[in-house]
């Protein structure tokens, strides 16, 4: 079995920072993509950033020059530094992985969601 936890949530100002984490376990061979999502409320579930095998990252617009994904390949963990955080930017953060199995073959995993909140 694999699992994919999130952490790292919580509330903070506008302006501030935070730093999501994203880790897989379990039966995990080797992780090909990793991507956080977010959702806010009343709104489609929207793909905010990715970091491929090769190390390649791509960020929605909105997002751009204020977050940054990375990840550790020996920990099979994905990291979301957000800095510069605005009200928009509230929704719940979920972590996506793509993987490769123990077992063989590759399949997508979900974390269960970490709540973040910008308010003054």
């Known amino acids: 079995q694999v699992q994919v936890v999130e952490s790292g949530g919580g509330a903070v100002q506008p302006g501030g920072s935070l730093r999501l984490s994203c880790a897989a376990s379990?039966?995990?061979?080797?992780?090909?993509?990793m991507g956080w999502h977010r959702q806010a409320p009343g709104k489609q579930r929207e793909l905010v950033a990715t970091i491929r095998s090769g190390g390649s990252t791509s960020y929605v617009d909105s997002v751009k020059g204020r977050f940054t994904i990375s990840r550790d390949n020996a920990k099979n963990t994905a990291y979301l530094q957000m800095n510069s955080l605005k009200p928009e930017d509230t929704a719940v953060y979920y972590c996506?992985?793509?993987?490769?199995?123990?077992?063989?073959?590759?399949?997508?995993?979900w974390g269960q969601g970490t709540q973040v909140t910008v308010s003054s």
């Open positions: 379990g039966s995990v061979s080797s992780i090909v993509t």
């Open positions: 996506n992985s793509v993987l490769l199995t123990t077992s063989g073959y590759v399949a997508s995993y």
